[in-house]
Structure formats: structure tokens, C-alpha cells
């Protein structure tokens, strides 16, 4: 794509850089932004040049890992599947499942960064999907300088929209030791082999006993569902029902998304359940 309403393409290379100046955006992997035309945009402010390290891990209880907005899907995926993530973070497997969920080729996995698929904030995002799953929090800079800390299930606020002001710029997403820790499941469905997702749900079960499940995709903004314990199938298919936000696209109706949430859940429920009852990897 032709981007003929640019004419000024600048790196990034301190927080002084990121000030936008008008008709500017910033850009990770651009892979969105070089996809279709950009009428209101005269010029690009690229973030790869900051040098900031893509993952950034703590396996302490008050540590967890920090996902850089310019890493790379495929970054994140080959770290996750390699011997550098820590053994007992045994919810890393849903990180290839989330990645797989994406509508992307494998290039695009090279390009595409974590931080621009959440930035998007498209409804199907996987990312957005990932990061809501594991209580992921947005670290913000703002134009002032300071900063200020979000959950990715808040950052969101509709299919396309977020809660980003003019000028501020996500530097990265921190997901928590606890979370890492779980037990996490993550499946999705589409009305084509290869379509977009009309339904992403994850689920966890945390080591104190709760359990979390998430919607994406088949709503406007994630839905996030928490209990006190892994709840039965009734209370599980009621939650997930009253979610907000089904909406109905060429690519599923609301009644279909609300449907096959909820057979989902179900589905990474019974799995929950079944894990539950094997005993903990040494």
C-alpha cells in the first residue's frame, strides 16, 4: 500500500522523540498502518529504535514478565516454547495458542508486534486476547512525561478503540507472576477454516483456587469473568451469556457468538476440572 499522505518518516531514540508533532503516529511493526490508506496521517515516528528488550522476566511471586510493545509476535512465541521461560509458569502454552489466532501468516508474525496488535484494539485482537487472559496491565507514557498504569481489559473500549490519549504511547504490558503460574486454557472459533475469530475464550485456574474466564472477540470490549473457585457448568454458561457486548458483523451474529462462547467455556471448564485433578509438574 501506498502511504502518499506521509511525508516525513523519523526514529525514535529517547522518551524526548516521542513527542508527536501534527499529523504524526507512532509505529511498531506497522503492519496495520502499511496495510490501507492513512488520509490523516503525514508522518510515521518509528518506536523499533528505542531499544527497549522485548521480553523482560522476573520469576519471583511480586515479578512476572514484561512484554515490550515493539516485541514481535514471533518473538514472544519462540521465547515462550524455548528453555529461557521459566518451568513453572505453566500458562505459556496459551501464548502459541493466542498467536494462532491471529489472522496472520507467519511473515506477519515477524513484524507484527504485541503492543500495535493491542493498540489496534480490534475485538479479534489476539494479543488483546493474551493480555487480558493473564491480568495483563498496560504501562503508559504520557506526553508529560510521566506514566500511568492500565488492565488491558480496561484499555479497551471498543472494537477499534481504546483508552489512549493523543500522545501517549504504550511501552508495555506486565503480566504477573501469579497469572503465569496457572493453570490456562485458550480456544477460539470462526465461522471459516482460516476467518477471522468470531469467538476467542480463555480460561485459568490460579494456585489459591480461582478461576478466571475471558471473552474476546465475540464482544466489543474483552469481558473478563471472576469466581472464587472454578464454578459448575450451569454458573459458568449464565456468566458467560450476561457478558456485555455481542455484537453481529458479516462475521457472526451475536446470538452465534453469544451461543458458542459459552459452549467454549465449557469445553476449557471440563479441561480446568480434569487438570485439577493430576498432580503438579515438579
Known sequence: MDITAVSSYRFARTRADLALGPG???LAGGTWLMS?????TTGFVDLS???WAPLETDAT???GLRIAATCTIAELVAWAASDSAPREWTALPIVDAAANALLASFKIWNTAT??????????????????VALDGIAEIWGPDGGERHLPVAQLITGNGRNALARGEVLRSIRVPAYALRSRARLRKIALAEHGRSGSVVTGRVDRDGGAV???TAATLTPQVLRFADLPDAATLTAAVHDAKGYYTDPLGAADWRRATSAVLAERIRRELHDDMLMPEAA
Do not use: K, W
Not at 490501507?36 to 490523516?40: G, K, M, R, V, W
Not at 500495535?116 to 493480555?131: I, P, W, Y
Open 24 to 26: 504524526e503516529v507512532v
Open 49 to 51: 529504535t528505542m531499544g
Open 213 to 215: 474466564f475471558t471473552v
Open 61 to 63: 511471586d511480586a515479578g
Open 114 to 131: 504485541v503492543g500495535g496488535n493491542v493498540c489496534r484494539s480490534f475485538a479479534a485482537g489476539s494479543m488483546t486476547s493474551l493480555a
Open 36 to 40: 490501507e490508506p492513512q488520509p490523516h
